[in-house]
């Protein structure tokens, strides 16, 4: 089934140590982006991609880094950097780019960062 | 900037109670709107969607229409079920690019 796949879903990490959260999709999209999700906030943009080996930095991207070597794979690091890690991570694709997309979003199940 | 206000929550109804949850939005041009739906646990799926003015989006039994002279999106259906217990997000997408900025979200919780 095509879909996009997030791993881990859960995942714990001590204060100081960088974390890697993976993303896969296998729906062929151009796009990829990443959100933070905090209980009452909503979702805020992490970065996006477009294209392979190109990315874009979004409202919250400090304490972050992505990369896109492959078309199907956007990995989120969370350095020590990030004064406050613990959030609800969420991946998704679009098949849409440039200014005529309509803004359709395919989501993750998302991966649960705690930090001790 | 662009910004998206939905009512708060949580949202509480009987089983085929009517469901409205506001949502007005600030924009610059003349973005399309969205709601997406999160179930626990999971991530967000697309609900509806509307492109343009007066556009009603639908899908569900869920509605929502594209009212440019309120700036509003309100997600309406006519009987709920506790299925639909969610938290729902209303969103807009302005700039193109599919950034799309998210409201804060409305839970809703139906009992049987």
């Known amino acids: 089934d095509g879909g996009i796949t997030q791993s881990p879903k859960y995942l714990f990490r001590k204060e100081g140590q960088n974390v890697t959260l993976s993303c896969e999709q296998n729906?062929?999209?151009?796009?990829m982006y990443w959100y933070r999700q905090d209980p009452g906030q909503g979702l805020r943009l992490i970065y996006y991609?477009?294209?392979?080996?190109?990315?874009q930095k979004g409202d919250i991207a400090e304490g972050y880094s992505v990369s896109r070597e492959k078309k199907e794979s956007f990995p989120l690091t969370v350095t020590s950097a990030q004064k406050n890690p613990t959030a609800f991570y969420l991946c998704?694709?679009?098949?849409?780019?440039?200014?005529?997309?309509?803004?359709?979003?395919?989501f993750g199940e998302g991966s649960r960062l705690t930090v001790l | 900037g662009d910004s998206v206000t939905q009512m708060e929550g949580p949202v509480t109804l009987s089983e085929e109670a009517f469901l409205t949850i506001n949502c007005t939005y600030t924009?610059?041009?003349?973005?399309?709107l969205f709601w997406y739906v999160q179930y626990p646990g999971e991530g967000l799926q697309l609900l509806l969607k509307?492109?343009?003015?007066?556009d009603k989006g639908s899908n569900k039994g869920f509605e929502a229409t594209y009212r440019k002279e309120t700036t509003s999106f309100h997600l309406e259906k006519g009987s709920v079920q506790v299925s639909d217990s969610a938290v729902y997000f209303c969103?807009?997408?302005?700039?193109?690019?599919?950034?799309?900025?998210f409201g804060k979200g409305t839970m809703l919780l139906v009992s049987p």
């Open positions: 924009a610059t041009g003349y973005p399309s």
């Open positions: 991609s477009q294209i392979v080996n190109d990315f």
């Open positions: 998704a694709s679009s098949p849409e780019t440039g200014r005529s997309s309509t803004g359709e979003l395919f």
């Open positions: 729906l062929n999209h151009d796009a």
């Open positions: 969103a807009l997408s302005d700039s193109g690019y599919s950034t799309l900025t």
């Open positions: 509307a492109t343009k003015a007066d």
